[in-house]
């Protein structure tokens, strides 16, 4: 998906929106879910010079 979405920003900063109004009716869980995810990435696209971490949206406007 993010390689994907790549073709749509000038910046190498990709921008994917996660979650809902009712996400965080189990905040933890939700965290938890992102954490693994995160994690799974890392470990598994190095090779494609991948990264992906949670941000606020002035932390994404301040990367980029």
Not at 15 to 24: A, E, M, N, T
Request: hydrophobic share 40%; proline share 3%.
């Amino acid at each position: 998906m993010a390689v994907d979405l790549s073709d749509h920003f000038r910046e190498n900063h990709i921008l994917i929106p996660w979650g809902c109004d009712y996400s965080w009716m189990n905040a933890h869980s939700n965290y938890q879910e992102t954490e693994n995810l995160i994690n799974y990435i890392a470990s598994n696209f190095q090779a494609q010079n991948i990264t992906v971490a949670q941000s606020t949206p002035s932390e994404y406007l301040r990367a980029i």
